[in-house]
């Protein structure tokens, strides 16, 4: 069973990845807003859909049902990989993006472990993940937010 700190932190790390969107470069430069746009549209997609997930994860919630969120968690996560892999960075910008598209991938591989390990639906395992997930989640949002913050001075130039 998932319970609130996971929930907290889940949400914690949304709030961080939003609170790091992509500004524009401000310089007119059509290549890297057109850039920036892209990012924040798969970004912003992926914010709907975790916030919307959220509302599934309670301190009630069965293995089963968790499992299942998790899953969902993951297709998103997924979308979210695809979307920015389709993105063409501007010069300069190619290893950031890479590193940007590795670590969101990172998210979902954690919450993808996560969900084996609730497979077995021991008590163990559950608990185990409840004290586990959290803490990768925010490793993974340091990760994404270093990154973004590097693409954004990138950007500023």
Do not use: W
Not at 123 to 143: C, F, H, I
């Amino acid at each position: 069973m998932v319970n609130r700190r996971m929930r907290a932190r889940a949400s914690i790390l949304l709030v961080l990845i939003a609170a790091a969107l992509l500004a524009g470069c401000g310089g007119g430069d059509g290549a890297k807003d057109d850039y920036v746009t892209s990012l924040n549209q798969a970004q912003d997609a992926l914010l709907k859909r975790v916030t919307q997930l959220n509302e599934r994860i309670t301190a009630t919630s069965t293995p089963a049902q968790d499992r299942a969120t998790l899953k969902v968690y993951e297709t998103a996560v997924d979308t979210a990989v695809r979307d920015l892999r389709a993105i063409d960075p501007p010069s300069g910008l190619d290893q950031l993006h890479q590193q940007f598209v590795r670590e969101v991938a990172e998210y979902g591989a954690v919450v993808r472990q996560a969900r084996d390990r609730l497979s077995n639906g021991s008590v163990k395992s559950g608990l185990a993940v409840r004290g586990t997930l959290p803490d990768a989640l925010e490793r993974v949002a340091r990760e994404l937010n270093a990154t973004i913050k590097a693409i954004n001075a990138k950007l500023q130039g």
